[in-house]
């Protein structure tokens, strides 16, 4: 079996000028699959909000949601490391309260560490996480559980004020023991400046190439989901159009009585059909 990857592999690769990768999952079989193809981490994104819960935005998803879709994936991961969001109102309240359900996340969800959005405002409960063992990832920019604040899905950190203030949070998150940072669409100059500026690794999205590191919707990278697909996302597969075809042939099929096949089927013994007329 492959070591687990750890927050110190996550150091190291940083040091070595190695990049990490990064994917979401939500239960176990694509767990399981995104595990064997070799990533380093998988995120329980509250992205499964929209893309497997049918919500608009993130804000609905509960504590109990990713507890749920936590344990799931980590059921199917052997090697890499399972980070859980923290979701919507789950760490502004007190710090008590951010370290009880930071503890669910690890205890009942079996994640590996948590991932919270915000900056200096948060890096109080950073430390409070982090303080109970809890390894923390910090989340900046675009940070979609305040899309109602931000006025919609736009990149962020675009003007000189609004960078400066991103580059601010993320030294103080860095400061608070946040063992990462997903810097999500913002200029990809500013993300190398918070890149080269932090010691421990960035993992973008939409936010360039100078990241140590990057991560997208599995979703979204499989085509499998067409709501919406914001202009960082790079499709490697168009499993949306294949999957419908494998369902309307199996419609057709059964609708044909061609399936199932004689190779589908099971067979009683002759004596025994006897027994059963
Ligand atoms: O919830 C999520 O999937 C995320 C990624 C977009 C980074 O936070």
Do not use: W
Not at 30 to 44: E, K, N, P, R, W
Not at 84 to 92: A, I
Not at 146 to 151: E, F, K, T
Not at 191 to 214: F, M, N, R, Y
């Amino acid at each position: 079996m492959n070591k687990r990857v750890t927050t110190a592999d996550f150091r190291r690769m940083k040091q070595e000028g190695k990049p990490i990768a990064m994917l979401t999952a939500y239960d176990y079989s694509m767990a399981s699959l995104v595990d064997a193809a070799g990533i380093d981490t998988i995120l329980v994104g509250d992205s499964l909000g929209n893309v497997v819960l049918g919500y608009d935005s993130t804000v609905p998803v509960t504590v109990d949601d990713m507890v749920h879709h936590s344990r799931a994936v980590s059921r199917g991961v052997k090697r890499a490391m399972v980070v859980c969001d923290l979701p919507f109102l789950s760490y502004h309240v007190s710090r008590e309260e951010s370290v009880r359900n930071a503890g669910r996340l690890m205890q009942e969800g079996l994640a590996h560490a948590v991932k919270l959005e915000g900056g200096s405002e948060v890096a109080d409960k950073v430390k409070a996480i982090t303080d109970a063992g809890i390894p923390v990832m910090g989340h900046l920019g675009l940070t979609p559980q305040s899309v109602h604040q931000l006025g919609g899905y736009k990149v962020q950190g675009k003007d000189g004020d609004a960078a400066r203030k991103l580059l601010e949070d993320a030294k103080s998150l860095e400061l608070a023991g946040a063992f990462a940072i997903v810097l999500e669409c913002i200029p990809q100059q500013l993300a190398k400046t918070i890149s080269e500026s932090l010691s421990i690794p960035t993992i973008g999205i939409g936010a360039g190439v100078h990241c140590d590191g990057q991560v997208l919707v599995i979703n979204d990278l499989l085509g499998m989901f067409s709501d919406f697909t914001p202009k960082f996302v790079k499709q490697y597969a168009n499993l949306k159009e294949q999957i419908i075809g494998a369902c309307s042939s199996y419609v057709e099929e059964v609708k044909a009585k061609s399936f199932p096949g004689p190779e589908h089927v099971f067979n009683m013994k002759e004596e025994e059909l006897k027994k059963l007329y």
